[in-house]
Nanobody, 129 residues
Framework: VQLQASGGGLVQAGGSLRLSCAAS????????MGWSRQAPGKEREFVAA????????YYRDSVKGRFTISRDNAKNTLYLQMSSLRPEDTAVYYC???????????????????????WGQGTLVTVSS
């Protein structure tokens, strides 16, 4: 089971990037998925999550209105569209998935790292001022 994140790069403040996370070795169509990030010298933090059906999404407050999480289950791929990027968004971004098909969670559980069992290798996003 592998999650492969891609799409990171260098962008100026105010710019946009779209991250992708391709799953292989298993289908994650029925699994909760999410994005976290880790900035230099800081702990990893939740960014966004999406339910297995795609109908429920959560975001950390600092990215609400700027980032959009989505999934294409036909392609077994998760996305994070990031707009109006800020220097403080600079981090390595990781995608993740839980192991329990069609499981329902509390809102708090979506934000919790322990909910996720599979992690991608990360893709670096650098936002210059």
């Amino acid at each position: 089971v592998q999650l492969q994140a891609s799409g990171g790069g260098l962008v100026q403040a105010g710019g946009s990037l779209r991250l992708s996370c391709a799953a292989s070795g298993s289908t994650f169509n029925n699994n909760v998925m999410g994005w976290s990030r880790q900035a230099p010298g800081k702990e990893r933090e939740f960014v966004a999550a999406i339910s297995w059906g795609g109908g429920i999404t959560y975001y950390r407050d600092s990215v609400k209105g700027r980032f959009t999480i989505s999934r294409d289950n036909a392609k077994n791929t998760l996305y994070l569209q990031m707009s109006s990027l800020r220097p403080e968004d600079t981090a390595v971004y990781y995608c993740a998935a839980d192991r329990s098909p069609r499981r329902t969670y509390t809102e708090r559980a979506y934000y919790t790292e322990g909910t996720y069992d599979y992690w991608g290798q990360g893709t670096l996003v650098t936002v210059s001022s």
